[in-house]
């Protein structure tokens, strides 16, 4: 990647790993390639060490509260109370 950067630019190299990599992962769940140990903890120390605030978890939306089948769709809001990004237990959807 440094090489195809080097010599035809960032471009280049994004288009490669697009046409090359992220068409092997189609359809491919990442969790089952990459274990992330804490992800709570990681992904707030990712935004701080972006300094961008803390964040915060919301419950924006919920069904089934008593059943078996019961979803929740949580919400993550920064310092400035913006919407971040929303997902449930499968999926997280930044915004």
């Known amino acids: 990647m440094g090489a195809l950067v080097r010599s035809s630019g960032e471009e280049t190299g994004r288009k490669f790993v697009r046409d090359?990599?992220?068409?092997?992962?189609?359809?491919?769940?990442?969790n089952d390639f990459w274990k992330i140990e804490e992800p709570w903890k990681l992904l707030l120390s990712i935004y701080k060490q972006l300094k961008?605030?803390?964040?915060?978890?919301?419950?924006?939306?919920?069904?089934?509260r008593n059943t078996i089948l019961s979803s929740y769709v949580i919400g993550l809001y920064n310092t400035d109370k913006t919407l971040v990004g929303e997902g449930d237990k499968n999926y997280f959807i930044a915004l």
């Not at 090359?20 to 990442?30: M, P, R, W, Y």
């Open 52 to 64: 961008l605030g803390d964040l915060e978890p919301r419950l924006l939306r919920s069904a089934g």
């Open 20 to 30: 090359f990599v992220v068409t092997h992962l189609c359809g491919k769940d990442i």
